[in-house]
């Protein structure tokens, strides 16, 4: 039993004795949550602006709502529309291999290229000036994670929310999963209800309804697909084996699912854990005792090992927007411009 379960409502007697433990300790946090928004409210607490316009991409649960594949998706938008973005992360976790990066960010450099600046400091307004004075060319920075990071002033505040869990199972951490409460989405510009393949459309309805109650800007709709599209022939009615280190493993389960694929094993992660090599043969091992005929990750996972099995498929994922595009687009271009054609890099 993990503590998402717990969270959900599982775990029987033993997991309700957890969830009344779990709901004090939340009480603190919410108490830190209510006195940082007052700070900045009240101005205590000061925001520092950047020299280009800033959109933040952030959430208001812990747990993957897609933010990876939703800054490639802007990214490539605002580069087909001449800009030069640039991306600043707090790199959970820590950088890999001894680079500067960490697996969200080598997955970013994988799907949009190294040409791409990126700068990764949890003091975000210094790694903001960095990445601006070792690239003078970028003209929008892409704040990864943002929404509860409010030092940098930002011009755009998108927030995305998991279609299969879009408020945390109502409670604040450790409880739920909810950073902050949900009224905190009225600081929001617009929103991205993402993964709504994953829910029926009237699931999908009722969360934008209530996001819509609280968020004044656009709210865009999307849906996770996986790249490239002949993994389908790959994995249909393959017997596999998956491994995942993120923030929302049931998604993961979920699309392998969708591509037709037969889960006969799994070893779950911590978001963000690195295994051992070695490791990776004991679940070479453990896959062809289940019978798989592979074992299947994701890129977020695969990017932090020089070598990885032989058997072993790589999943990636992008997001497509299925509704609310042009809306949401629209909002982007107020701040950074309207669209001038793809422009050379400088």
Same mark, same amino acid.
């Given at each position: 039993?993990?503590?998402?379960?717990?969270?959900?409502?599982?775990?029987?007697?033993?997991?309700?004795?957890?969830?009344?433990?779990?709901?004090?300790?939340?009480?603190?946090?919410?108490?830190?949550?209510?006195?940082?928004?007052?700070?900045?409210?009240?101005?205590?607490?000061?925001?520092?602006?950047?020299?280009?316009?800033?959109?933040?991409?952030?959430?208001?649960?812990?747990?993957?709502?897609?933010?990876?594949?939703?800054?490639?998706?802007?990214?490539?938008?605002?580069?087909?529309?001449?800009?030069?973005?640039?991306?600043?992360?707090?790199?959970?976790?820590?950088?890999?291999?001894?680079?500067?990066?960490?697996?969200?960010?080598?997955?970013?450099?994988?799907?949009?290229?190294?040409?791409?600046?990126?700068?990764?400091?949890?003091?975000?307004?210094?790694?903001?000036?960095?990445?601006?004075?070792?690239?003078?060319?970028?003209?929008?920075?892409?704040?990864?994670?943002?929404?509860?990071?409010?030092?940098?002033?930002?011009?755009?505040?998108?927030?995305?929310?998991?279609?299969?869990?879009?408020?945390?199972?109502?409670?604040?951490?450790?409880?739920?999963?909810?950073?902050?409460?949900?009224?905190?989405?009225?600081?929001?510009?617009?929103?991205?209800?993402?993964?709504?393949?994953?829910?029926?459309?009237?699931?999908?309805?009722?969360?934008?309804?209530?996001?819509?109650?609280?968020?004044?800007?656009?709210?865009?709709?999307?849906?996770?697909?996986?790249?490239?599209?002949?993994?389908?022939?790959?994995?249909?009615?393959?017997?596999?084996?998956?491994?995942?280190?993120?923030?929302?493993?049931?998604?993961?389960?979920?699309?392998? #699912? %969708?591509?037709?694929?037969? +889960?006969?094993? *799994?070893?779950?992660?911590?978001?963000?854990? @690195? =295994? !051992? /090599?070695? $490791?990776?043969?004991?679940?070479?091992?453990?896959?062809?005792? #289940? %019978?798989?005929?592979?074992? +299947?990750?994701? *890129?977020?996972?695969?990017?932090?090992?020089? @070598? =990885? !099995? /032989?058997? $072993?498929?790589?999943?990636?994922?992008?997001?497509?927007?299925?509704?609310?595009?042009?809306?949401?687009?629209?909002?982007?271009?107020?701040?950074?411009?309207?669209?001038?054609?793809? /422009?050379?890099?400088?």
């Amino acid at each position: 039993m993990n503590l998402r379960e717990i969270q959900r409502g599982g775990g029987g007697i033993t997991g309700a004795v957890a969830r009344a433990g779990l709901r004090v300790v939340s009480w603190g946090w919410a108490a830190g949550a209510v006195a940082k928004s007052a700070a900045y409210g009240l101005g205590l607490r000061r925001t520092t602006r950047m020299a280009v316009p800033v959109i933040s991409v952030g959430n208001l649960a812990v747990g993957g709502t897609g933010k990876t594949p939703f800054v490639v998706w802007l990214a490539m938008r605002l580069i087909a529309a001449g800009r030069t973005p640039g991306i600043l992360a707090r790199g959970y976790g820590g950088a890999l291999s001894g680079g500067a990066l960490n697996d969200e960010g080598l997955v970013l450099r994988h799907m949009l290229g190294a040409t791409i600046p990126q700068e990764q400091d949890p003091d975000r307004v210094r790694g903001g000036r960095a990445l601006l004075a070792r690239h003078p060319e970028v003209d929008v920075i892409l704040l990864d994670d943002g929404f509860q990071h409010r030092r940098i002033a930002r011009d755009l505040d998108i927030v995305l929310l998991d279609a299969t869990e879009p408020f945390g199972f109502g409670f604040l951490l450790p409880r739920g999963r909810l950073r902050e409460r949900p009224r905190a989405l009225r600081r929001a510009d617009a929103a991205v209800l993402t993964r709504t393949e994953r829910v029926s459309e009237s699931a999908a309805d009722i969360a934008a309804a209530r996001i819509q109650g609280l968020v004044s800007g656009p709210l865009a709709r999307a849906r996770t697909d996986t790249v490239p599209a002949s993994l389908a022939d790959e994995l249909g009615g393959a017997r596999v084996f998956a491994v995942c280190g993120i923030g929302n493993p049931d998604a993961f389960l979920g699309s392998l #699912a %969708d591509l037709g694929a037969d +889960v006969v094993g *799994r070893r779950i992660l911590w978001d963000h854990e @690195v =295994l !051992p /090599a070695s $490791t990776w043969q004991d679940i070479a091992v453990e896959a062809r005792a #289940a %019978d798989a005929e592979c074992v +299947v990750t994701t *890129r977020k996972d695969a990017v932090k090992y020089d @070598v =990885l !099995p /032989a058997e $072993t498929v790589v999943v990636d994922i992008e997001t497509v927007l299925v509704t609310g595009e042009a809306d949401l687009w629209a909002a982007i271009e107020r701040v950074v411009g309207a669209p001038q054609g793809h /422009a050379p890099r400088a």
